[in-house]
């Protein structure tokens, strides 16, 4: 059929389980050929194996361009595929191991020449980057992360005239980067994810924009590349303090240092950085108070300087100044003085983490007036400009939380996450009501202050809220009843206050541990195993001769229920599964009851959905 569609140019055949419906060796598969006209071809996620190749590709024309052979489970690429002058070749997620060099050599033919994109991320491919690559002169993109090739970085690889794209990320490569030379129109380097060890310390004379070099082992200085708009270096081990030559990186973006052993002040040459959207320089030690040179960047839309020796005051300017915030952490240092209320303008702020710091005073109630923690948005993450699509990838963000007691990555999901932490400092008053309109905020982390006055009586309706802790506050009074319609609340802790009364009954907080309410000694009912006050149905009569006092006889009640539920249970079990063991009539009639019972449950709900639609067709 298909061979009788003589102008097709674009066949699609993925995830049409090939390997089921056509079997290599069979008469069809002989029969089977292509249009004469046909310049691509997909088959990915068919479980093809190599032996499809002798009926799937009796091609010899050279008109074919694009091949997508993804998703399959291919040890290699024939020989004669390197005749046909292919364009762009897909090879991802073949399960398969498969030898990289030996990929190139069967390609060396006509494709060798007319190659512009080769992908293959996650297939298995080992071995070294070849010399062989400097043949594919007209590749434009290499794309071979997350495989296992090891050895060195081949300087053959900046010599290919026209590669604007390398992504060789998630490998096992090592040792030194070869200076980029010559007129070099690489645009896109990603080597994260591998050991690397030495960036080249002088200027790269190219038109690089994007290089993402974080988690490897580097050491040394900043590569002096002009023309960068993104530059990843964190998690990596580079140390001593980062030269004041911002002045060179007009265009730059994005930095990301993160995760390093920095030390000393911020350069001041960083206000020359007007274009930057996204600082992250978490996990260092620098030093100083929070640079005045930031008040330049006015595009700053993510901020990160947490967990490292800043200290000082939180600037007031920051509201005015800075206005595109969404991600504003200081977490981890040493800041003191007032939370500044002029924060509260700035209406695109998700996630104001001012934790572990020796912050003082009170909670500011304008912060129930942050705009984008108060209002829905649809929006999925921090939205940049098109502008980064030509260079490969679109840029997303990506942040580590410490959530419900362990560390997550959220990176695509990061715009709806509405977080406010200020945990751990040294905070009184109260809290204010005026944060339980933050309807969208999901988590709240007040704990660890010297907060007094009560949890605020409306926070019910703060329905969104995923994660709450006020632990270790010198909060007073009841758990306020509209906490019990919190339905999405999966965290919560409130120990270690002044807090008493009965806890609300809802499914929700009954369903915590008790130790997110314990430290509260006028705190009663379930969780806890303290009783309210007139709750008669709850005293159990001194037993086995205890007296009132200690509560022994009830612990001796308990051991024995539980025990005489045991054996009455283990009693009924083998009673009820030994008899359908022995007796096979009965074992019979038993099952035969059950498919019965799961046939007339089907029958009957096919005839309701039946009716329904007689009723809506009607």
Known sequence: MILNLQKLSVLSLDDCDLSQIIHPYSHSAANFSFPPHISQIYLGNNNLNSSMYHWLFPLTSNRLETLDLSGNKLDGIPEYLGNLCLGVLYFDENSMPV?????????????????????AQSSQLTGSISDDIQKFSSLEALILSHNKLNGSISEKLWKLPNLFRLDLSSNYLKGAIPKIKGKSKITFINLSNNSLEV???????CSVRRIDMSSNNFHGPIPHVPSLCLLDLSDNSLTGEIPDCFWHF???????LGQNNFSGRLPASLKYLTKLEVLYLYNNSFTGEFP????????????????????????????????????????????????????????????????MNNLYGTIPTCLGNLTSMVQSSDQNVHAYSTYWEYFGDSYVDHMTFNWQGSIREFSSTLGLMKSIDLSSNNLTGIIPDELTDLHELITLNLSMNALLGGIPANIGQMTNLLHLDVSRNNLSGNIPLSMSQMSSLNYLDVSYNNLSGRIPSGTQLQSFERSRYIGNEGLCGPPLTKYCPGDKELEVTPFLGQSEIGGKGIDELETWFYIGGAIGFATG?????????????????????????????????????AKLQRGANA
């Open 99 to 119: 030898v990289f060099p030996d990929l190139l050599k069967n390609l060396s033919g006509c494709t060798s020449v007319t190659l512009e994109l080769l992908q």
């Open 199 to 205: 960036v080249p310390s002088i200027a790269w004379k």
């Open 250 to 256: 007009k265009q730059l973006r994005v930095l990301k």
């Open 573 to 609: 079990f083998w009673i009820v599964c030994g008899t359908l063991i022995v007796n096979r009539r009965w074992r019979n009639a038993f099952f035969h009851y059950f498919d019965s019972l799961k046939d007339w449950v089907y029958v009957k709900m096919m005839v309701f959905i």
């Open 292 to 355: 005045l040179s930031l008040q330049a960047c006015k595009k700053l839309a993510f901020l990160d300087l947490g967990a490292n020796k800043f200290s000082g005051y939180v600037p007031i300017w920051i509201g005015e100044k800075l206005q595109s915030l969404y991600i504003f952490r200081l977490s981890s240092n040493n800041f003191y003085g007032t939370i500044p209320s002029q924060l509260c303008p700035l209406v695109n702020l998700t996630v104001l983490d001012l934790s």
